[in-house]
C-alpha cells in the first residue's frame, strides 16, 4: 500500500508542470461490480473463480475501479487505473495500481510509444481488462486457470490442490499462461503499418506475460513481446502475438538452484474477430512453453530444468436481440491441454445472459459447465452473475 | 349564389388562418461563446477506457471537424403558435475512421437519418435512449441503414464495436435551428413575429435556455453564453 501511494505521488509530482499547462484535459471514468456465486463441491478461486467458502451461494463486491486519462496536449497523455479486488476471492481488501503509464505520440507518426505499466501486446483477450468490455464474467482459462507452475518453486506436480507448498502463509497454486489482468511493466511501440489495416505492437518488459507480481524489477527477468493484428476484410480481424520471457522470483525456497534464470516462458498465439449483422464470433488459440525445474516438495529437491507445453483455445458466439436492444446471449467453449500430463486437462462451456438496462448499468448472469480430467464431472462448476456500474 | 357564398366562406378562412401565423418574419444573429479546453467526452459518458491510437492524417482531418466547438446547435421553439415540421432532408451520420461524423446532428422530429458506414470494418450503431432505442447491428462498408426518430430531444448513439465512438441526434419540434460556426458565430432567418424560447446545445456542454421576442421583422441579436458543468 506505501508503495502505491509512493508511486501516485511520485507520478503527480512529476507532472505538475505538465498538468499546469492549459491545454490539459482531465477524464475520470469508474466501474463498480457486484457479484453473486454459486459453485460446485470442488470450487477454489485459482480453478473456476470461486472461492470455496463461498460456493455455496453468496454476494460480494467482485472489482472497483478508477480510471483516469490524463491528455497533457495532443501529443502526451497519462493513464491511471486503481483497482480494488477480493483477495483470492474472499476478502475485499485488494488494492493495487493496476495501470499507470505516459505515452507519446508524435506529430505527423504512425507510431505511438508508452512507458510504465500498461496493457500486454499480447492476445485478444489482454486488451478487454474491464469488465464493461468482457462478454462473460470469468475470463478465458488461459488467463484464469492456475496451473502447475509457479514463479517461485518451478514446476510441482500437483500444485496447490495436492503438493501443499506453504509461501508467505499460504499454499503455492501457480499461475496461469497469462495474467488475468494483461498487464506488463516496460516499453511498449505500436506502429500502424497501414491505417485500419495493420498495426505492429512490440514491447520490453521486466518478466513474461504469465508474471502476476510483475511490479518488481529483477535485473534477471525480462520478457520481450510483439502483436501483429491485421484486417483482412471488413468483417474479420486477425491477431498474431509471440512473447518469451523469463518469471522467476526470488525465494528461499529456489536459492538452490544454480541458474536462477532457468524460468522460462515462450508463448504464441493467434486470435479473431468475425462480425456480421448481430452476430459476433471470436477466439483464440495459445502455446505455452515453458523451460522450468521440477521441484519435489517431499525430497525439498530440483531435479534440472525440463520442457512444459501448455495449450489452450476458447471460441466465443454471441448473438445481441434486435428486438431488445441491449440485451445479448453468448456461448463459449475452451479447452486448456498439458503435453505428458503434467497438469490435467480441462473443458469448460459457458453460457451467459447479458443486458445493458440503462447507459451505466450492466447485468450478466454465466453458468460454466466445467470437466477437469480425473474429477467429478460437475464439482467444478460454477453459475456468477455481476451487476456492473459504470460511469 | 351558393358559389359566391362558398367563395366568401373560404376567404374568410384563409384569413383567419393568416391571423395565426405571424406575416412578418426576422432574423437572429449572435455568438455563442464556448469555455475553453471543452472535453470531446460528455461527463459520464461511459467510455470504456479506450487504448490510444496513432492517428492517420484522416483521423486528424475529422477531428477537426469535429472539434468541440462545432458541435454547438441554436434552435428557437415558439411558445404561442406551432410552426410547420418537415423533415430534414439528407440528414446523414457518418462513421469515419472509427469516428461518428458529425458529433452532433439535428433533425426534425420524424426525420430519417441515414446511418453511413464510409470506414474499411464493420460497425454497428445503438441507442439506449428512451423512447428512441434501437440496434442496427453490424454493417459493411459502404452500406447505409435508414433509422426514423420520432423522439424530441437527444438521442445518444454508441458503437459497441469501437471504444469511444459516439455521437448525438437532437430531435427538434422547431423548423428554425442551425449549427453554430466554428466560432461560434450563428444566424436563423424566417422566424415569424412572436416568443421563443432559444435553446443552445453542446455535445459535451448540455444545454443552455433563454427568451426572446420577434416583432416586426428585422434583425435582432442574441448572444449566449455555454457553461462547463
Known amino acids: ?391 | 349564389m351558393m358559389r359566391i357564398l362558398s367563395v366568401l366562406f373560404f376567404a374568410m378562412l384563409l384569413l383567419h388562418t393568416k391571423a395565426d401565423v405571424p406575416f412578418n418574419k426576422g432574423k437572429v444573429v449572435g455568438k455563442i461563446a464556448i469555455p475553453e479546453n471543452v472535453p470531446l467526452l460528455k461527463r459520464g459518458s461511459s467510455q470504456k477506457y479506450c487504448e490510444e491510437e496513432p492517428a492517420s492524417a484522416r483521423k486528424k482531418q475529422i477531428d477537426l471537424e469535429n472539434h468541440p466547438n462545432r458541435h454547438v446547435v441554436v434552435s428557437f421553439h415558439p411558445t404561442d403558435f406551432t410552426p410547420e415540421l418537415s423533415t430534414t432532408p439528407r440528414a446523414i451520420m457518418n462513421q469515419m475512421e472509427k469516428t461518428f461524423v458529425p458529433k452532433v446532428l439535428p433533425i426534425t422530429k420524424g426525420s430519417s437519418v441515414e446511418f453511413l458506414n464510409s470506414d474499411t470494418e464493420v460497425h454497428n450503431i445503438f441507442s439506449m435512449t428512451p423512447k428512441a432505442t434501437f440496434n442496427i447491428g453490424r454493417r459493411q462498408p459502404g452500406k447505409s441503414v435508414p433509422q426514423l426518430i420520432e423522439k424530441i430531444g437527444v438521442v445518444d448513439l454508441k458503437c459497441d464495436i469501437h471504444c469511444g465512438m459516439n455521437a448525438s441526434i437532437l430531435s427538434l419540434d422547431t423548423p428554425y435551428f442551425t449549427k453554430a460556426n466554428a466560432s461560434g458565430n450563428y444566424e436563423v432567418d424566417g422566424l415569424p413575429d412572436g416568443n421563443y424560447r432559444v435553446q443552445v446545445y453542446h455535445f459535451s456542454l448540455g444545454m443552455v435556455e433563454d427568451k426572446i421576442t420577434i416583432k416586426g421583422g428585422g434583425v435582432l441579436t442574441k448572444n449566449l453564453a455555454l457553461v462547463k458543468p
Not at chain 1, 32 to 42: F, R, T
Not at chain 1, 97 to 118: C, D, M
Not at chain 1, 262 to 273: E, H, K, N, S, W
Request: charged share 15%.
Open chain 1, 1 to 391: 500500500m506505501k508503495r502505491i501511494i509512493g508511486l501516485g505521488l511520485l507520478i503527480t509530482l512529476g507532472f505538475t508542470q505538465l498538468l499546469a499547462q492549459e491545454k490539459t484535459q482531465i477524464e475520470i471514468n469508474g466501474t463498480a461490480d457486484l457479484e453473486h456465486m454459486v459453485g460446485g463441491m470442488s470450487s477454489h478461486y485459482y480453478l473456476n473463480g470461486i472461492h470455496k467458502d463461498l460456493k455455496s451461494g453468496a454476494v460480494r463486491p467482485l472489482e472497483l475501479n478508477l480510471l483516469s486519462k490524463i491528455r497533457f496536449n495532443p501529443q502526451w497523455s497519462a493513464n491511471f487505473r486503481l483497482q480494488m479486488e477480493r483477495d483470492e476471492g474472499l476478502k475485499f481488501n485488494q488494492v493495487r495500481l493496476a495501470q499507470a503509464n505516459v505515452q507519446w505520440a508524435p506529430k505527423e507518426s504512425p507510431w505511438l510509444f508508452t512507458i510504465g505499466r500498461f496493457v500486454a501486446p499480447f492476445g485478444l483477450f489482454a486488451s478487454q481488462q474491464l469488465s464493461t468490455a468482457r462478454t462473460f464474467v470469468d475470463v478465458p482459462l488461459a488467463y484464469g486457470y492456475f496451473i502447475n507452475i509457479s514463479e517461485q518453486v518451478g514446476q510441482v506436480d500437483r500444485l496447490g490442490n495436492g503438493s501443499q507448498i506453504p509461501i508467505n502463509g499460504r499454499n503455492e497454486w501457480g499461475i496461469p499462461l497469462q495474467y488475468y489482468n494483461g498487464y506488463s511493466n516496460g516499453l511498449k511501440a505500436r506502429w500502424n503499418l497501414k491505417p485500419g489495416k495493420s498495426s505492429l505492437e512490440f514491447a520490453l518488459t521486466t518478466a513474461s506475460p504469465n508474471l502476476p507480481r510483475n511490479f518488481n524489477f529483477d535485473p534477471l527477468n525480462y520478457g520481450v513481446m510483439a502483436r501483429l493484428k491485421l484486417q483482412p476484410k471488413y468483417f474479420w480481424k486477425q491477431g498474431f502475438s509471440g512473447s518469451f520471457g523469463k518469471f522467476l522470483q526470488n525465494h528461499p525456497l529456489n536459492e538452490q538452484l544454480i541458474d536462477r534464470t532457468g524460468y522460462q516462458q515462450a508463448l504464441v498465439g493467434t486470435d479473431f474477430v468475425l462480425g456480421t449483422g448481430h452476430f459476433e464470433w471470436s477466439g483464440e488459440l495459445t502455446a505455452g512453453f515453458y523451460r522450468a525445474p521440477n521441484y519435489n516438495p517431499l525430497s525439498e529437491r530440483y531435479t534440472q530444468n525440463q520442457n512444459f507445453n501448455a495449450f489452450s483455445a476458447w471460441l466465443d458466439t454471441k448473438y445481441e436481440f434486435p428486438f431488445l436492444v441491449g440485451t445479448y446471449a453468448a456461448w463459449r467453449i475452451e479447452t486448456l491441454q498439458f503435453s505428458d500430463e503434467w497438469d490435467q486437462a480441462v473443458l469448460r462451456n459457458s453460457l451467459v445472459m447479458g443486458a445493458k438496462i440503462k447507459d451505466f448499468i450492466l447485468l450478466r448472469s454465466a453458468y460454466c459447465f466445467q470437466s477437469v480430467q480425473n474429477s467429478n464431472q460437475t464439482s467444478y462448476n460454477a453459475w456468477r452473475t455481476t451487476l456492473t456500474l459504470y460511469f
